[in-house]
């Protein structure tokens, strides 16, 4: 049978205005599931004017007709081209080598840590006045899991305690000792069952770098090596990252955020002693970083072991998750095969235009200008001192900028659609963040706490 060429015109707009009318709504239906119960509603509400013209445009005679037909059928290749096409990747390091590495004396992490009255104390702020100023006022606030705080849960705040004090059981695990029989295994395929076994212990993504002396700091500024200087003693790095829970984060600053961040390093730190423990097992030297027993700077190696790229807010920003992960890394002198380190342009192009992190930062310590250069790379750079001050509010470590990400949203077809399209294209990774603010708002309210975390 044989269909009149008039009527192929109406065919295809027919098909186009079906399939997107079934987009919106099984988008709007995927919203509810995701308790986000207003953007469910909008796409609901857009339904009706794609309906009301998709209606007039199939059912109505007019002289275009077939010129849209065809405006349809481009648009509708465009993007199922952006859809299949690979990724917009560079090879190579550009503006990100820092040109010096960072002592870990500067870390606010360390430096809460120094005690009044020792030498320590003097003999870091008697050169560091203004980080003195900005670490005394913090001191003078709440605190971090403090009872005075603003999101003070003394379910949540104990289980994030809890936490922490495994971790630093566990961090005695580190100095496993390495056994002086040593297993000799391919280099494919150890690193293939490194990898597949890291994701089986519950890992998101799992990459392998080169160990560069960027990726490691000067000296050690906590601990009991405090003040040794750290050397490169490893030649690669297994970097791996650990999913947080999306309904704990959209919570965020509340108590569910440190809840979820404590677990997830704890996580990555029995993830991170396993492999290190395994690869010291079969003869070859090897350390795992871990909360509060770090000898590098996990997320420069997370990027350039392939598995995203450093976004506006400072942290790692992956391909599926966005920042909603937490790190940890392996170092070892196992035989094993690097991956390719690429630079991500679009998702830095997507970060160069959302500020939706910036402008949700209830600390106002994220930049909503440009990138700068700083210790020869080219990033933002985040305030600390503001972001930590506002910890010490709040009691959390805040999670907020996490949480507002566009691309923090679950990993379903909905958000990998766009995610994907994002990736393979400059103009929409300079406009999605339109379509999430509305959808989410600008400044969307965090997400009521679980029942079950609640005291009454």
Same mark, same amino acid.
């Given at each position: 049978?044989?269909?009149?060429?008039?009527?192929?015109?109406?065919?295809?707009?027919?098909?186009?205005?079906?399939?997107?009318?079934?987009?919106?709504?099984?988008?709007?239906i995927?919203?509810?599931?995701?308790?986000?119960?207003?953007?469910?509603?909008?796409?609901?509400?857009l339904?009706?004017?794609?309906?009301?013209?998709?209606?007039?445009?199939?059912?109505?005679?007019?002289?275009?007709?077939?010129?849209?037909?065809i405006?349809?059928?481009?648009?509708?290749?465009?993007?199922?081209?952006?859809?299949?096409?690979?990724?917009?990747?560079?090879?190579?390091?550009?503006?990100n080598i820092?040109?010096?590495?960072?002592?870990?004396?500067?870390v606010?992490?360390?430096?809460?840590?120094?005690?009044?009255?020792?030498?320590?104390?003097?003999?870091?702020?008697?050169?560091?006045?203004?980080?003195?100023?900005?670490d005394?006022?913090?001191?003078?606030?709440?605190?971090?899991?403090?009872?005075?705080?603003?999101?003070?849960?003394?379910?949540?705040?104990?289980?994030?305690?809890?936490?922490?004090?495994?971790?630093?059981?566990?961090?005695?695990?580190?100095?496993?000792?390495?056994?002086?029989?040593?297993?000799?295994?391919?280099?494919?395929?150890?690193?293939?069952?490194?990898?597949?076994?890291?994701?089986?212990?519950? /890992? *998101?993504?799992? #990459?392998?770098? @080169? !160990?560069?002396?960027?990726?490691?700091?000067?000296?050690? =500024?906590? +601990? &009991?090596?405090k003040?040794?200087?750290?050397?490169k003693?490893?030649?690669?790095?297994?970097?791996?990252?650990?999913?947080?829970?999306?309904?704990?984060?959209?919570?965020?600053?509340?108590?569910?955020?440190?809840?979820?961040?404590t677990?997830?390093?704890?996580?990555?730190?029995?993830?991170?002693?396993?492999?290190?423990?395994?690869?010291?097992?079969?003869?070859?030297?090897?350390? /795992? *970083?871990?909360? #509060?027993?770090? @000898? !590098?700077?996990?997320?420069?190696?997370?990027?350039?072991? =392939?598995? +995203? &790229?450093?976004?506006?807010?400072?942290?790692?920003?992956?391909?599926?998750?966005?920042?909603?992960?937490?790190?940890?890394?392996?170092?070892?002198?196992?035989?094993?095969?690097?991956?390719?380190?690429?630079?991500e342009?679009?998702?830095?192009?997507?970060?160069?235009?959302?500020?939706?992190?910036?402008?949700?930062?209830?600390?106002?310590?994220?930049?909503?200008?440009?990138?700068?250069?700083?210790?020869?790379?080219?990033?933002?750079?985040?305030?600390?001192?503001?972001?930590y001050?506002?910890?010490?509010?709040?009691?959390?470590?805040?999670?907020?900028?996490?949480?507002?990400?566009?691309?923090?949203?679950?990993?379903?077809?909905?958000?990998?659609?766009?995610?994907?399209?994002?990736?393979?294209?400059?103009?929409?990774?300079?406009?999605?963040?339109?379509?999430?603010?509305?959808?989410?708002?600008?400044?969307?309210?965090?997400?009521?706490?679980?029942?079950?975390?609640?005291?009454?």
């Amino acid at each position: 049978m044989i269909i009149e060429v008039s009527i192929l015109p109406t065919i295809i707009i027919s098909l186009f205005f079906s399939f997107l009318i079934i987009i919106f709504a099984v988008s709007s239906i995927i919203s509810y599931f995701e308790h986000e119960a207003k953007a469910a509603n909008k796409l609901l509400i857009l339904l009706i004017p794609i309906i009301i013209v998709g209606y007039f445009a199939i059912f109505k005679d007019f002289n275009f007709k077939t010129i849209l037909a065809i405006v349809l059928i481009l648009l509708a290749a465009i993007i199922l081209y952006y859809l299949i096409k690979k990724p917009i990747k560079v090879v190579g390091y550009s503006h990100n080598i820092p040109q010096n590495r960072i002592d870990e004396h500067d870390v606010i992490f360390a430096r809460m840590r120094l005690k009044p009255n020792t030498d320590d104390w003097n003999n870091y702020y008697s050169t560091h006045r203004y980080e003195e100023e900005q670490d005394n006022k913090a001191r003078s606030m709440a605190g971090l899991l403090s009872k005075s705080s603003l999101y003070y849960n003394p379910l949540t705040y104990n289980t994030a305690n809890t936490n922490f004090d495994i971790i630093e059981y566990l961090q005695k695990a580190i100095k496993h000792p390495v056994s002086d029989k040593k297993i000799e295994i391919d280099q494919q395929k150890l690193t293939e069952y490194i990898k597949n076994w890291t994701k089986y212990l519950g /890992a *998101h993504s799992v #990459g392998i770098t @080169e !160990l560069r002396d960027y990726h490691l700091y000067s000296y050690r =500024g906590r +601990g &009991e090596d405090k003040g040794k200087p750290v050397i490169k003693s490893h030649k690669y790095a297994i970097a791996f990252t650990v999913e947080m829970d999306f309904d704990n984060v959209s919570a965020a600053p509340a108590s569910p955020i440190i809840c979820e961040s404590t677990q997830k390093y704890l996580d990555c730190a029995t993830i991170a002693l396993q492999i290190a423990t395994f690869l010291k097992n079969a003869g070859h030297d090897s350390r /795992a *970083h871990i909360d #509060g027993d770090y @000898e !590098l700077i996990c997320p420069l190696v997370a990027r350039d072991a =392939g598995l +995203g &790229e450093i976004g506006r807010m400072g942290l790692l920003m992956t391909p599926e998750l966005g920042p909603r992960v937490r790190i940890a890394v392996v170092t070892t002198n196992a035989p094993l095969l690097p991956d390719q380190f690429v630079l991500e342009p679009t998702m830095i192009e997507f970060c160069t235009y959302c500020k939706k992190c910036a402008d949700c930062c209830p600390g106002k310590a994220l930049p909503s200008g440009a990138m700068e250069e700083n210790n020869g790379v080219k990033r933002w750079k985040v305030n600390t001192e503001m972001c930590y001050q506002y910890w010490c509010v709040s009691g959390t470590d805040c999670g907020r900028c996490i949480s507002v990400c566009p691309f923090s949203h679950p990993n379903n077809i909905l958000h990998n659609v766009i995610r994907r399209l994002i990736r393979r294209s400059y103009i929409m990774a300079r406009i999605a963040y339109i379509a999430d603010d509305i959808l989410y708002d600008r400044k969307p309210k965090p997400k009521p706490i679980a029942k079950w975390m609640k005291v009454n």
